[in-house]
């Protein structure tokens, strides 16, 4: 069974930095993209930031150079790195692995479903 072990969140000032990470555990045996979302109180849940089979990647407009999405070698962990948070930053941030591609529409939001999710890390930013 595959189970996704989200940590690092936690509460910062605005403009601190944040580094979440997600273990990947199980026998998981391809995946087409690895993917952070969030959910922020009284908003439906957003994707963040994607990485896709050939490390391509894509972020939410407006996390766009502040926030890095990497993964080891062995795709076993995944990473956000997280700067200059905002408080509209706020919420549960979760990792999310999709192993089935379902669409072609060019958006990695859309093409794949994300079957397996880990339970959230949250993350609080203050003014």
Request: hydrophobic content about 30%; aromatic content about 12%.
């Amino acid at each position: 069974q595959v189970q996704l072990v989200e940590s690092g969140g936690g509460s910062v000032q605005a403009g601190g930095s944040l580094r979440l990470s997600c273990a990947i555990r199980g026998p998981l045996q391809s995946s087409y993209a690895m993917a952070w979302f969030r959910q922020s109180p009284g908003k439906e849940r957003e994707g963040v930031a994607v990485i896709e089979s050939e490390d391509g990647t894509t972020y939410l407009d407006s996390v766009k150079g502040r926030f890095t999405i990497s993964r080891d070698r062995g795709h076993n962990n995944l990473y956000l790195e997280m700067a200059t948070l905002q408080p509209e930053d706020t919420g549960m941030y979760y990792c999310a692995v999709a192993s089935r591609w379902i669409a072609s529409t060019g958006s990695p939001w859309v093409d794949y479903e994300y079957n397996y999710w880990g339970q959230g890390t949250q993350v609080t930013v203050s003014s």
